[in-house]
């Protein structure tokens, strides 16, 4: 062989090897590129953490948070369920959900955990001292303060890409004797694993958050590449696949349950809302939202960064744009057969 020949044939074998594993790509068909290390913390509104979570798969393919609902059949009672929510209310983007990124040896530290302890995962947890409480940076105050004080849900959610582990808090708050929560939640973001039927989480449907978030590298992207979250004022005491858990005060098969999962109709023209607003509606058209708790009508949570551009053009988009699927089981559409 040739010289010339020998190294032409190298070149294409190391191409061919740098092509993306099929374990480096993603439930959407996107490539993944490697996963950064990271020795300190990273806020969810930073190129640093944008680059991590970039090349991040979270939860398997074949989860629901990642299933395309596209094609699935509308729910028979569609139609008396958006009426319940409000079928001429508009579409809200609600700036609440913060989170960080913690490298693998984040040091793990105690949370007292106040209202639902029976029903949390174990601790220590990695919370590091630049933990974000909800709505942080876009509510005002510094972080000091924002950690210490105030009211409301108060979220914090940590996620741990290296060992693929994420913590979520309901009520969180530091004081001078450490971390305190009403409750916590641990995450496989390897695992379809659920928590146990009729445990909370930091949602009141037993839900993760942080899988829900369209996040700023998405949608610079143009696609969000998931299901969305999504608050109602009032909920029926059921929960579907994938929720666990209920917080409902009627039995009225017309209101939604937690877990509920509504797609934004095909026929709704999306193309000239601004990038960002866009590809969070080509997400709801393909991957849809999910009843996660009660709360305002129709607020669908984003993460409270500065760099999201045009959302509120989302509030075009009123109730009756959207329809009830059927949704699928835990052995049911992409995960049949997985018994």
Known sequence: MRIGTFLVLAALAALQEAGPRPDRVNHAGRALPPLPKISAPLLFNTPEAD??????????????????????????????IIES????????????????????????????????PDESDPGP?????????????????TLEQVQRHGTGDRHLLVVDPWNGLLYEFFEARRTDAGWEAANEATFNLRSNALRPRGWTSADAAGLPIFPSLPRYDECERGMVEHALRFTVRRTRKEFLYPATHQAGHTRDPAVPAMGQRLRLKAS???????????????ALKKYGMFVADNGSDWFISVPPDRR?????????????????????????GPRAGNR
């Not at 939860?59 to 509308?74: A, T």
């Not at 609440?96 to 209202?115: A, E, G, R, S």
């Not at 709704?268 to 080509?282: C, E, F, G, T, W």
């Open 308 to 332: 999201l551009k045009g959302l509120q053009a989302l509030r075009r988009l009123r109730g009756r744009d959207f329809e009830v699927v059927v949704t699928t089981g835990e052995n049911e």
């Open 51 to 80: 680059a991590v979570l970039s090349a991040m798969q979270v939860f398997p393919r074949d989860n629901p948070w990642n299933e395309d609902i596209s094609r699935q059949p509308v729910h028979p009672d569609s139609g008396r």
């Open 85 to 116: 929510i409000g079928a001429d209310k508009p579409i809200r983007e609600n700036w609440d959900m913060c989170f960080v990124l913690v490298p693998p040896d984040q040091p793990k530290v105690p949370v007292k955990l106040l209202k639902y």
């Open 125 to 141: 947890y990695p919370v590091p001292g630049n933990a974000p409480i909800e709505g942080w940076p876009m509510w005002g105050g």
């Open 268 to 282: 709704v023209d999306v193309s000239d809302l601004p990038p960002h607003a866009r590809a969070i509606a080509l």
